[in-house]
């Protein structure tokens, strides 16, 4: 997406070979006006799959995903905790989730009524690197018995791993920005015309 | 607000007498058709301020203050974060912050280049209930020698005193549900003609 190509080298930030830094407008401050571009986008290339479900998980996708649903005629969203509050008094369908930021792991946990069989579940995040995350929500996904149509990251960093490890589990990942390396501080993306 | 109220006798629960789970529509998963007509509220109530920032703290008030933002004129959204993560490499303005829902104390970051002394804040949050959040969130804005021209939760458990701290403290104060009290499975509202 050309628009998002664009604030990510005007606005974004590389640290080292493996980190872009975006949080000026994704997931620090967030630029809402952008987000609208973004869940119109997300709408263009996921809406013909009969999502009746936006995923995502704690923090940085929750609000990606409330401004998607807008898009998806205001379907339900349902973001992951990491940690179990003590309002989560009934069963909940959990995965380990491994941080890259973070250097940690945790389980994400969606209580069992909010996920169903008849769900056909968007997965929406921030960031797809390793793809740890996105597959720990396919498994919540699953583990209730509904069906992920897709997956889509904001910024995937496709020279970490995870979208080709996704695809090669049966998974349809598409995101809005693709980097294909970080190289001598320059971010590469992989042309939209492939 | 009436919408919101009957809400929550419809979805919400409470747990004893002191916490209301509203993870249907608010916290866990998010009705975002409700989020819209609680921003348009919010709008209507603080919208003469000259408001050109949204502050909330993850995870939970992440949504309602994107969408909330739609109706500000897409002023930026800031959220709190919880944890340092290793993309904050810069300076950030701190406080600690007690959660009644987790029994953890943390600590609010947000970078500096994100607050200024010329910054009008709303603060936007789920819930407000001992006003810890809301406290520590005023406290990251006047560090940077900015201005807290309001704090609203979506429900506000007025019983446990937040509210009347903060104004106390000299902050103006106005949340969407006010809940009086919780009495043998009853939930009490503020009565709004008051």
Redesign the interface.
């Known amino acids: 997406m050309q628009l998002l190509n664009q604030r990510i080298l005007k606005d974004g930030m590389e ?1 080292g070979t493996e ?1 872009i ?1 975006a ?2 407008f994704l997931n ?6 952008l ?2 571009a973004l869940g119109k986008e997300i709408q263009c290339r996921f809406g013909h799959l009969g999502i009746n479900k936006i995923l995502t998980i ?2 940085s996708g ?2 990606i ?3 998607t ?2 898009y998806f005629d ?6 992951a ?1 990491k ?1 179990q ?5 009934e069963e909940f369908y959990g995965a380990p989730v491994k941080s890259f ?3 940690t792991v945790s389980i994400a946990r ?2 069992k ?2 996920l169903h069989p008849e769900d056909r579940v968007l997965i929406v995040d921030d960031f797809l690197a390793h793809g740890e995350a996105a597959a720990g929500l396919c498994s919540l996904v699953e583990q209730a018995g509904g069906t992920v149509c897709g997956i889509s990251a904001v910024i995937e960093k496709e020279f970490q791993g995870g979208s080709t490890k996704l695809r090669q589990a049966g998974y349809y990942v598409n995101s809005l920005s693709v980097i294909t390396k970080i190289e001598n501080g320059k971010i590469y993306f992989k042309d939209e015309t492939e």
Request: proline content about 5%.
């Open positions: 640290l980190i830094k949080d000026s620090h401050q967030l630029d809402i006006g987000f609208m704690e923090s929750i609000g995903a409330a401004i649903a807008m205001l379907v339900p969203v349902v973001f905790k940690t509050p003590n309002t989560m008094t930021t973070k250097g969606i209580a009524k909010y």
